[in-house]
């Protein structure tokens, strides 16, 4: 049999595992539009910031190819699939047969249509390719702007803030990292972002920008060396959708990756996944789903029916060395609701409950005890079986009751 998989990355990873944990004889062929050995997307900062280099950031070992028997075309982009004939084309006109075939595709920029962007420099800050175009045009003196302070933005920011003169930050939504922090966690790390020299610009469109200045919706004039455009990102889906696949935002497969087209799977930030928090379908582009998305598609391409069910958002991230730590549904209605928060100077936390269940939580500065609180949302422990004082005192699974270690221990379902 051979398994053709498009992309190299996280969830391509997760899918060559997946693949020989069930079959050690499968013919698999990677096919990656970049040239490099496949690496951790969220180091790119880092790399950046001079905190790893290009041999420390691959996601895998040297020889992870060649120990699972994989067959490598990198530098070559898929640009057709052909499913009657089961085969991939690429861009030097070969093409590739598959008995199964995964696309992991994963996601690229948005470049939103601002007035002038197209036709001026700038950069985006996706890829390694990125990071490298972007490190070469910084100076020690550059004023650069950033189009976006979601997760992508800030850590731009954070990867080129010792080697620029100033960073300034223009964002549309009111407040930093829209889609996981509600109003007082934003304003907390924004006020410790500020402390390390950036300036905002918030709930404030670029109107458009000539190569030296960003007009912003409210008159605003920005000046600018280097333009960084981080207004978030655009399933890779086209390639199937153009034969029929089923998408929404990305595309969409069951708990095995699965699409609607036969012997064709998706998995990763080009795949969208059932949130366990509320049911509802949606792309989560985050590492451990594209990992697990991928796994599963791998072992069920390769015969062995194992879903992936437990999708959620998960996010732990250090922002100039502030720590953030979010899990589950957030709902941004003001802190007057019945969701317990607490915050000081240095510390945020929120917690969102429902039904008897621990939902969602935002931790800020002091991120102790995530783990704990993201199995309990994941598992859906009942809130009057925990003992949330021994967990405060005590990390540890004292804290619950019988019934509830027994469900986040085996999985198995508490009535209680
Ligand atoms: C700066 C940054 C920081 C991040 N930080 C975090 C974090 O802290 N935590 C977290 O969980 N997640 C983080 N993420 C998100 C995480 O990196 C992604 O969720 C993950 O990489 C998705 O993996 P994937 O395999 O689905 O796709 P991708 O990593 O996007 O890889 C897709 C690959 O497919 C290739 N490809 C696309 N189209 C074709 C084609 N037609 N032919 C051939 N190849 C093709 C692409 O070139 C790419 O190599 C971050 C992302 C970025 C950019």
Redo the contacts with the bound molecule.
């Keep these: 049999m051979r398994i053709v998989i ?7 990873v997760g899918a060559i595992e997946g693949i020989r944990a069930a079959d050690s004889a499968a013919n698999i062929a990677v ?4 040239m490099v050995h496949t690496y ?3 180091l ?2 880092y790399l950046l910031e001079g905190k790893t280099d290009i041999d420390r950031m691959k996601y895998r070992p040297a020889d992870f190819y060649e120990r699972n028997n994989v067959q490598t075309f990198f530098g ?4 057709a699939v052909d499913a009657v004939a089961r085969a991939v084309v690429l861009d030097n006109g070969e093409h590739i047969g598959y008995d199964k075939l995964l696309l ?5 920029p948005f470049v939103p249509p601002i007035e002038g962007l197209c036709g001026t420099e700038h950069y985006t ?3 390694l390719a990125d990071a490298k175009s972007l490190e070469a045009a910084l100076t020690p003196k550059s004023r650069v702007l950033i189009i976006g302070a979601g ?2 933005g800030l ?2 920011a954070e990867g080129i803030h010792s080697r620029v003169g100033n960073i300034a930050v223009a964002e549309f939504a009111p407040r930093i990292l829209p889609s996981i922090l509600d109003g007082g966690g934003a304003a907390l790390v924004q006020s410790h972002l500020v402390g390390k020299g950036l300036t905002f610009h918030l709930g404030n469109a670029v109107a458009s920008v000539d190569g030296h200045t960003a007009a912003l919706a409210d008159g605003a004039q920005v000046p600018y060396d280097v333009l960084v455009v981080a207004s978030g990102v655009k399933p ?1 889906i086209e ?1 199937l959708t153009a034969i029929g696949a089923k998408a929404g935002r990305a595309l969409i497969t069951d708990s095995c990756g699965r699409t609607s087209l036969p012997d064709i799977f998706a ?4 795949a969208e996944s059932i949130d366990l928090t509320d049911g509802r379908r949606r792309v989560l ?6 990992y697990l998305q ?1 796994r599963a598609a791998g072992k069920a391409m390769a015969g062995l029916e194992e879903p992936f069910t437990e999708a959620m958002p ?4 250090g922002l100039f060395g502030l720590h953030i730590g979010t899990a589950g549904a957030m709902r941004c209605e003001p802190e007057t609701d019945n969701n317990p928060q607490y915050s000081d100077v240095n510390n945020y936390r929120r917690f969102f409950f429902s039904d008897n269940r621990l939902t969602g939580f935002i931790l800020i500065g002091d991120v102790n005890r995530a783990g704990i609180y993201t199995a309990l949302v994941r598992a859906k422990v009942p809130i009057d079986t925990i003992n949330f004082a021994a967990i405060a005192e005590k990390p540890q699974l004292m804290a619950f009751s019988p019934a509830a270690r027994k469900q986040m221990l085996n999985g198995e379902k508490n009535d209680s």
């Design positions: 498009i992309g190299n990355s996280t969830a391509a096919i990656s539009a970049e951790s997307r969220p790119i900062s070559c982009t898929v640009t992991a595709a994963g996601s690229r800050f996706q890829s997760l992508i850590k731009c890779n390639l998995a990763g930030d080009c582009a985050i590492l451990p789903n594209a991928g998960v996010n732990s991230i």
